[in-house]
């Protein structure tokens, strides 16, 4: 294939890249998507929640065809003490009648990462599996190609576009971002996908029909840790996993398989899993340096997308498959308006920072701009206040012959005596300014 | 099988296409001389161990789950960079 030129090559056939060549074909522009995997969807892995609104525009019929597993009718966010939980549940029949709607739905990557590269060859694209893209062709600041491995072969594009994920070499190797990333700034998750009988894992979780839950954990489940914990219901299978930053896991010298262990193992999560069978292991970075560290997103002949480009949206939210299929839609827009213009060049390609700009992708970032940096500065949040929490409750209902009033006081003295109302009241300023 | 706990039985349950040559490699003066080591820990796929007797770090590039966290950790000393079109870790449920 050495020599060839088409309009447009597309690193990677993740969500963000299979949007942006759905988006392309659609418009019958030539589109070439590489991907590294033997199939589409082998290398990648998420939680699970798949936010389907921005699919809805692009394969219209997908409610039927695609591989999904439950849509999402439980919420519940946990903070985790040593021998127990405090937890918000939020629980709906809202979307009974049409599930469709409520657009979260869990899904397995593997599968649905293959389907959608599926719907973008039946849009036109031609998507090529098991082809690594080493090195971007960059002649006079241009990007005018990529070469790939096995084989060294170059191709060439008017327009390359990024939806390398989490790793993006490309990027770096542009000059769009200057460096290694900050461990800090980098999660690894760990993840365990355990088969349950359907009936048990409904019963367990409350569910009928095609219902499911997102529960989401925070504290003690991963050591105090800055991170979260998770478990989403699948089928007939649970998605479980822990996400703790790469900085925290060198300061406190801790395993991801390890954590994850501490976390099946908690009193909260521990019957929920009891009597399964483990069928996967997987490990996946997920970025989130956020809104103040992104990489520059576009130069001449070249996009960036996804997870490449940081495009998650780390806070409670944890929303990360939209945001880059977004991505994938606007770079193929922008793409569509270059052949336009017949002018590849920043000039034109800057249209996608406006379209990011102008839409939740980048307005959402901008909320959460501090979160990543209030966690890392203040990790008593997750360390000291979830014990103190749970201990505060546990004196409040432990049942004792002492009258009501004279317990209130008490919880009060000790909440006063462990913190210092001047650092709960800016500690709270500060959980404001950070996630709301 | 049920709940699995190591490493080792988890890697097991994984489906591999392996390439002779690796994709990772150490400069192992760099290694030797890090007095945190962290690769040795953080690798969610027990991909580094520590050869007791030279004090190197022995890589075991066949168990990499490739999330990259090792360079992150130490890009000092880790050069990674993707396995081969085709090959490495293929999940099957992601």
Not at chain 1, 265 to 271: F, G, V, W
Not at chain 2, 9 to 33: T, V
Request: some cysteine; charged content about 25%.
């Amino acid at each position: 294939m050495s020599e060839e030129k088409v309009t447009c090559i597309i690193v990677g056939a993740g969500v963000a890249g299979s949007a942006a060549a759905i988006t392309l074909a659609k418009a019958g522009i030539e589109v070439l998507v590489l991907e590294r995997g033997e199939v589409p969807g082998c290398k990648n892995l998420f939680g699970g929640v798949l936010y389907t609104t921005i699919l809805d525009k692009l394969v219209p019929d997908w409610m039927e065809s695609a591989p999904l597993e439950r849509y999402v009718t439980r919420k519940r966010f946990s903070i985790m003490g040593k021998d127990g939980e405090i937890a918000l549940d939020f629980k709906t029949k809202r979307y009974e009648s049409h599930p469709k709607r409520n657009f979260s739905f869990t899904v397995l990557r593997a599968k649905f990462d293959a389907w959608l590269a599926e719907q973008a060859e039946k849009a036109g694209a031609q998507v090529f599996p098991g082809m690594m893209v080493s090195e971007l062709i960059i002649k006079n600041n241009r990007v005018v190609g990529v070469k790939t491995e096995p084989g060294g072969d170059e191709l060439y594009a008017d327009v390359v576009i990024s939806a390398e994920g989490v790793h993006s070499y490309l990027t770096l190797q542009a000059g769009l971002r200057k460096s290694e990333f900050d461990p800090d700034h980098m999660v690894t998750a760990a993840k365990e996908v355990i088969q349950l009988d359907e009936n048990v894992l409904a019963d367990r979780f409350q569910l009928e029909g095609n219902e499911g839950v997102a529960f989401a954990y925070f504290g003690d489940g991963l050591f105090g840790m800055f991170g979260a914990g998770f478990i989403y219901t699948n089928k007939n299978t649970l998605s479980i996993g822990t996400g703790v930053t790469i900085g925290e896991m060198i300061r406190n010298k801790k395993n991801p398989n390890e954590i994850l262990e501490h976390f099946k193992n908690h009193p909260a999560i521990r019957p929920y899993i009891r009597g399964g069978e483990t069928i996967e292991y997987s490990a996946h970075m997920i970025p989130e340096y956020g809104y103040n560290h992104l990489p520059k997103l576009y130069m001449d002949g070249f996009l960036v997308t996804g997870d490449a480009a940081g495009l998650v949206n780390s806070s409670h939210h944890q929303e990360g498959t939209n945001l880059a299929m977004a991505s994938g839609v606007f770079a193929a827009e922008t793409v569509i308006e270059a052949v336009k213009r017949n002018d590849f060049t920043s000039n034109t390609l800057k249209l996608y920072l406006e379209k990011l700009e102008n839409s939740f992708v980048l307005k959402d970032l901008k909320k959460y701009r501090h979160m990543t940096s209030f966690f890392n500065e203040n990790p008593h949040f997750l360390r000291d206040y979830p014990d103190l929490m749970m201990e505060l409750f546990g004196d409040y209902f432990e049942l004792s012959e002492k009258p009501k009033e004279e317990i209130e006081k008490e919880i009060y003295k000790k909440l006063k005596r462990r913190i210092p109302l001047w650092t709960m009241a800016t500690d709270a300023w500060k959980v404001k300014k950070a996630l709301f | 099988m049920g709940l699995l706990k190591t490493i080792e039985e988890k890697l097991g349950l994984l489906k591999y296409k392996f390439d002779r040559e690796s994709h990772i490699s150490i400069e192992q003066e760099s290694f030797k001389q890090d007095p945190t080591q962290a690769i040795l820990y953080v690798c969610p796929a027990k991909v580094y161990t520590k050869n007791e007797e030279d004090g190197s770090c022995i890589v075991n590039y066949e168990n990499c789950v490739e999330c990259g966290t090792c360079r992150i950790a130490a890009p000092q000393h880790v050069r990674w960079f993707y396995p081969k079109g085709g090959m490495g870790v293929n999940y099957r449920q992601g």
